[in-house]
């Protein structure tokens, strides 16, 4: 390469030999960032979605367990057995009158490695009169 073309060269600058492979580490930290972003995503949407999943179970348990009152029939047992094939446990039942208030839980074991337990809680019976 004569000296004018290297001069031309470096003026445009293609001279630089520190920044070689730049774009490389660059493209490797933006990869890695985007990873982290989208697991993290991940993550919330699961949460999300086991929770909703909870509260469905927990109000089908409740309908099933004021149905159950109005037939003369074991609330908590119709309750418990609706939570369980919604992929759900029963937690807590209980039945005042014709009302009964449901709580139903399931575990989540998350993506990202940590384990909790997602709750929801529903009420069913008569429809409360407004004074």
């Known amino acids: 390469m004569s ?7 470096q003026r445009c600058g293609h001279g630089g030999r520190r920044e070689r492979g730049s774009a490389t580490v ?10 982290c972003v989208a697991l993290g995503v991940m993550v919330i949407a699961q949460a999300l979605i086991a929770r909703r999943a909870t509260a469905a179970a927990a ?5 099933a367990a004021a149905s159950a009152v109005q037939h003369g029939q074991d609330a908590c047992a119709a ?9 759900a446990q029963l937690s807590e039942c209980s039945v005042q009158g014709e009302e009964v208030l ?9 993506l990202a490695g940590w384990e909790t337990t997602v709750t929801g809680t529903a009420r069913a019976g008569p429809q409360r009169l407004q004074p």
């Open 79 to 87: 309750a418990g057995q609706v939570a369980r094939a919604n992929h």
């Open 59 to 63: 109000d089908l348990a409740a309908l």
């Open 26 to 35: 660059q493209a490797v930290v933006l990869v890695a960032v985007l990873t």
């Open 3 to 9: 000296a004018q073309s290297r001069r031309r060269h």
């Open 102 to 110: 449901v709580t139903a839980s399931r575990p989540l074991h998350s």
